[in-house]
């Protein structure tokens, strides 16, 4: 299995903060890579797929980056809404594997 | 606007079988990938498997086997079969559309 590196475990950040999440991988997945935000209570949403492509009506102050083994999700002005859970996600090979999550909350 | 809603029992005592099912509305079931994730409480997200719209599946083998997936295009549903759980299968169990389009969950917990 791809193992998946995310990295910071937790964050604590201010609203209009811009902050950055890593994920690195045990293999090269060239670009398939999913983001997702997950409000407590609620189903996972996606942010960005491909690495770096914005899921429509997704706001623009999120984007990605990487490729190959090292991927990061920016936010570059953290709203109040942006304070949540975030997961990484490989679908390169089988099984699909999950970053162990972000957890950003306000400082 | 695709939806997706899980379905199932609540409740479901050790070493038998979790049936859940996802209705979908809006869209048709085919030409998609269907995947089921899970969430233990508190815990992050493990992705069980998909199928495809055509019956094609893949799975995780961490579930050794337990796990079944079938497609019923007449009703519009997904379905998805986990025998001989234990205690470590409690969790929320999402389906989802190609990873786009989530349903909001269904809690499982495996107790006698």
């Known amino acids: 299995d791809i193992q998946m590196t995310q990295s910071p475990s937790s964050l604590s950040a201010s609203v209009g903060d811009r902050v950055t999440i890593t994920c690195r991988t045990s293999q090269d997945i060239t670009n398939d890579l999913d983001w997702f935000q997950q409000i407590p209570g609620k189903a996972p949403k996606r942010l960005i797929h491909?690495?770096?492509i914005l899921q429509s009506e997704v706001p623009s102050r999120f984007s990605g980056s990487g490729s190959g083994t090292e991927f990061t999700l920016t936010i570059s002005s953290l709203q109040p809404e942006d304070f949540a859970t975030y997961y990484c996600?490989?679908?390169?090979?089988?099984?699909?594997?999950f970053g162990q999550g972000t957890k950003l909350d306000i400082k | 606007q695709v939806q997706l809603q899980e379905s199932g029992p609540g409740l479901v005592k050790p070493s038998e079988t979790l049936s859940l099912t996802c209705t979908v509305s809006g869209d048709s079931i085919s030409p998609y990938y269907w995947n089921w994730i899970r969430q233990p409480p508190g815990k992050g997200l493990e992705w069980i498997g998909y199928i495809f719209s055509t019956g094609k599946t893949n799975y995780n083998p961490s579930l050794r086997g337990r796990v079944t997936f079938s497609v019923d295009t007449s009703k519009n549903q997904v379905s998805l079969e986990l025998t001989s759980v234990t205690a470590a299968d409690t969790a929320v169990y999402f389906c989802?559309?190609?990873?786009?389009?989530w349903g909001p969950g269904t809690l499982v917990t495996v107790s006698s």
């Open positions: 989802t559309r190609e990873l786009q389009y």
């Open positions: 996600l490989q679908h390169r090979t089988f099984p699909y594997t």
């Open positions: 491909s690495a770096s």
